[in-house]
């Protein structure tokens, strides 16, 4: 008697919409979507409170993590990354921040101040660590296939801004104004001056500003 045939085998799954995606970039744009949504609480939920010390900046409570991890996400998603320096940044967008942070917490020292100018320190010094970050990992990597793509994705960044941040890092003049930051910050003859006390603060008022002027050139 024969054999009958072997019935055929079941078709496969079809792969998932980002399977061509690599391990890498599915990781980074999991952590993107991770962060922004911190920013989002339920409808009706209450505001966290985090306390804020008006003289240094210094947020204390159990929710200090999520407000610090908060501000990167605002350095991030609404500032414009072509502007050159923090202080380009129009006072009515930095506003606009504080209000977006007063949204998301309840800061009950939000009153005074000096809380919403050392926050939006804290923003600004956020911003410029992004910016040295796209510098230094994306816009002049050696190996850039695809770079472009995936920061404009992972960032939210247009590639018409992307760019034009890319050309102003690639410019000859901006390298030589980066080279003498670094040469500069090398023949600091008081090192001890950047050291920092307990609470965040550089023990020098001068100090922090050498130190916000070199950081705002990468």
Known sequence: MDTPPASPP????????????????LKRT???TRLRSLATRPPGAERPVVNVDPATGKADGPYKK????????????KVD???DTWK????????????DIQAEFQIPEASDNRTKKKILQIVGKRWRQFKSDLT?????????DGADDNVCEKYGISKEKW??????????????????????QKQNTAPH????????????????EIADRIVSHF
Do not use: H
């Open 193 to 208: 001056m950047a050291r920092t006390k307990k609470t965040g603060q550089m023990t020098s008022e001068a100090a922090k």
């Open 88 to 99: 380009e940044v129009p006072t009515a967008q930095k506003d606009l921040i504080w209000e």
């Open 81 to 83: 990354v072509t502007y």
């Open 10 to 25: 079941p078709p496969l799954p079809p792969p998932p919409a980002n399977a061509d995606a690599s391990p890498s970039t």
């Open 30 to 32: 999991r952590k993107a």
């Open 66 to 77: 999520k407000l610090r991890t908060y501000l990167g996400i605002v350095a991030r998603d």
């Open 136 to 144: 230094r990992k994306w816009a002049l990597a050696v190996d850039k």
């Open 163 to 184: 760019t034009q941040f890319c050309q102003t890092r690639r410019d000859p003049s901006w390298e030589d104004v980066r080279k003498k930051a670094q040469a500069s």
